[in-house]
């Protein structure tokens, strides 16, 4: 199960119903204490700029950066554990063109623990109460994992996320890391049952990082938009490494701009 792009697009229905859904239909479209302490994480991400480089990410005092991702769709991941955290917790901070735009963190079994929109403010916490949560250790061990589990925004909306992630039996390899594809399918719906968001498509695993990332998958919203994105990692940067901490994304952002341009020309 995909954390960051999942629970971005989980911060965009929110974004959206908040700025008036019904706007958005027909033209087709934080106060709590976790709030306080993402924002303050946010505001503790360092950028240290170098001459004659981009600028480079650091991460909160006692976190340490493992690992740089770049990505195609025009981001850049870091990913970094704190001290503080739960033994397995991971955390993750989204870079795009115009800066920072998601931060997240999931536990061992991948679960999706906190996510926030540092613009907005906007906030996903997961509910405690599954029918079944995500299990990265059922996906590897039998080659599929079923999840049914709900989270609940800092503006009080809640959403049931409901799908599956199954393993491919392919294997490739990325920059010299080793990952497996999976298929998925993930329905988000509101607490009164109307489907928002459907996802699937094809993602990438990494048995030894011990976590998901994005590939190529096709989204469906209620007010009836269909997008394909391909969100696959392209060039990971470890300690040492040319790359590392680098927060400037370097692939298909010609691309996205054009896009982008289009959209607006036809609003």
Known sequence: MMHRTGTGCAQTVHRQRTQGVARARDARQHGSALLALLLLSAAALTL?????????????????????????????????????????????????????????????????????????GLEDRLIDEARDHASFSTLIATGRDDFDFWTESNTGERLHHVGEDILTGETVSVDGVELEKTRFRLVTRDSSGEVLITREGQQFISRSLRRFYGGIETQSDWTGENRRTDDSPVLFSFPGEAGFGETTPQFDCDQLMTQLQLERAQL
């Open 48 to 120: 240290t700029a170098l001459p004659g480089r981009s600028a480079t990410f650091k991460p909160p005092q006692d976190c340490r950066l493992e690992v740089t991702a770049q990505n195609r769709g025009c981001t850049v991941s870091q990913y970094y554990r704190c001290g503080g955290d739960p033994e397995g917790d991971q955390r993750s901070a989204i870079f795009g063109q115009d800066g920072l735009t998601h931060l997240s963190r999931i536990d061992g079994e991948t679960r999706w623990v906190e996510s926030s929109d540092p613009e907005t």
